[in-house]
Structures are given as C-alpha cells and as structure tokens.
C-alpha cells in the first residue's frame, strides 16, 4: 500500500516575543497560524549513542500507516534537540531526559503526551495522537484511517494497472493506440474520481471540528 510521507516544518523556536510556556502554538507561531490542528513534535538526535533509537523511529513509528496516515492531520514539527535544550521556554513541554523524543500536543498548544528513547513506540504514540485528535475533530482518528487506507488501496490498484499498460505497450509487436489511449482515459477516470473523493474526505474531516480555541 501506498505510504503517506511526512512533510515536517523545522522552525525556529520563538524564544522571545509574546511567550506562553504553557501553549506550544506561542513557540511555532509560524506553524500554528496555518490552521487549527495538534501537533505531533519530533525533536531528533545526531549523536552516535542515539543512532540506534533514530533508525527504530524512522524504520517503524514513522512507516506505521496508522502514524503517518492519522499524522495528516496535525501539524508536523521537527526539531533538533540542540533547539530545545534545559532552560528553553517550553523546556516543561518538550524537554526531557532521553533523546529522539516525539511529543503530542493538542490544538490548544497542551501537551497531550510523550516518550523518549527506547519508549518510542508506535502504539504510544498513536494512542496519544487519538487523544489530541479527538479534542478538535469530531471524526475519530480510527476512522481517518481506515478511510483512507481504502482511498490508498484503490491508488495502488490504478497505479498497478498503468503500469501492467505501459507493460503491454512496450512488448507489443502490434500497433494498438486507440485501444491503448481508451485504457488510458478509463485509467485516469478512475484516479480522478479517486483523487476527488480523497479531496472530499480531507476537506470533511479538517473543517468537522469541536471547538477547541482557548
């Protein structure tokens, strides 16, 4: 199945003006004005005795589909952990005593939940972001899911059959264009259809929401 890939925001952490160490958004004011979502925090380590917690992180937490999938729907924030270190503002928030870390937090810019080193497990963490997830959308995070891995299965099976095409037309020794191009146009039909009712889905789920403004 066709994975959704995270595309993290690396801000600078405001350190200075209009500070509330007990709202994330005051942080990443940059991130936070983007929408309303929660945050999931992932604040990363280079150092040699982490590698190993790195590569679980990255080859497990972050290609669950349930992570990635659900993560859709939160602002995503990447941050060294030389940005957020003893005697930062918003220390108490995402600090700790381990690196990587991974930190959810709500809409509202409370902290939700967070684990650290060898604790950083899918299940952790996608339990704290169906919490988060729950105080701003009405639709479960379960549900975005499942919904979605639908739309996904659909996208592989397009993608599949346009590959098997371009197959077809490659090793043919008989010159079928009209009936090639039919294929096509019934191919791309079908992915806008997809793609349309994937926009549909998205477009419910962000604007379905509680309110959750402080």
């Given at each position: 199945m066709a994975r959704m890939s995270f595309k993290w925001d690396e801000p600078k952490l405001n350190g200075y003006d209009k500070i509330n160490p007990e709202d994330f958004r005051t942080a990443v004011p940059e991130v936070a004005t983007q929408g309303e979502k929660p945050f999931i925090v992932f604040v990363t380590s280079d150092l040699p005795d982490d590698d190993q917690e790195m590569k679980n992180i990255n080859s497990t937490v972050l290609l669950d589909e349930g992570v990635s999938i659900g993560a859709t729907l939160f602002h995503q924030v990447k941050l060294t952990a030389s940005k957020v270190k003893e005697g930062n503002p918003f220390w108490k928030m995402i600090g700790g005593k381990e690196l990587p870390r991974m930190i959810v937090i709500d809409a509202n810019g409370a902290k939700v939940g967070a684990v650290e080193g060898k604790d950083v497990t899918t299940t952790k963490i996608y339990g704290f972001m169906k919490k988060a997830a729950s105080r701003t959308y009405k639709t479960d995070l379960e549900t975005v899911v499942k919904e979605t891995k639908t739309i996904l299965t659909e996208i592989d099976q397009i993608e599949a059959k346009?590959?098997?095409?371009?197959?077809?037309?490659?090793?043919?020794?008989?010159?079928?264009?009209?009936?090639?191009?039919?294929?096509?146009?019934?191919?791309?039909?079908?992915?806008?259809?997809?793609?349309?009712?994937?926009?549909?889905?998205?477009?419910?789920?962000?604007?379905?929401?509680?309110?959750t403004k402080a």
């Amino acid at each position: 199945m066709a994975r959704m890939s995270f595309k993290w925001d690396e801000p600078k952490l405001n350190g200075y003006d209009k500070i509330n160490p007990e709202d994330f958004r005051t942080a990443v004011p940059e991130v936070a004005t983007q929408g309303e979502k929660p945050f999931i925090v992932f604040v990363t380590s280079d150092l040699p005795d982490d590698d190993q917690e790195m590569k679980n992180i990255n080859s497990t937490v972050l290609l669950d589909e349930g992570v990635s999938i659900g993560a859709t729907l939160f602002h995503q924030v990447k941050l060294t952990a030389s940005k957020v270190k003893e005697g930062n503002p918003f220390w108490k928030m995402i600090g700790g005593k381990e690196l990587p870390r991974m930190i959810v937090i709500d809409a509202n810019g409370a902290k939700v939940g967070a684990v650290e080193g060898k604790d950083v497990t899918t299940t952790k963490i996608y339990g704290f972001m169906k919490k988060a997830a729950s105080r701003t959308y009405k639709t479960d995070l379960e549900t975005v899911v499942k919904e979605t891995k639908t739309i996904l299965t659909e996208i592989d099976q397009i993608e599949a059959k346009r590959t098997a095409l371009q197959t077809k037309k490659s090793s043919s020794t008989q010159q079928k264009e009209a009936e090639w191009a039919k294929e096509e146009k019934a191919l791309d039909a079908q992915m806008k259809a997809v793609e349309a009712r994937e926009l549909a889905l998205k477009k419910k789920w962000t604007e379905d929401k509680k309110v959750t403004k402080a």
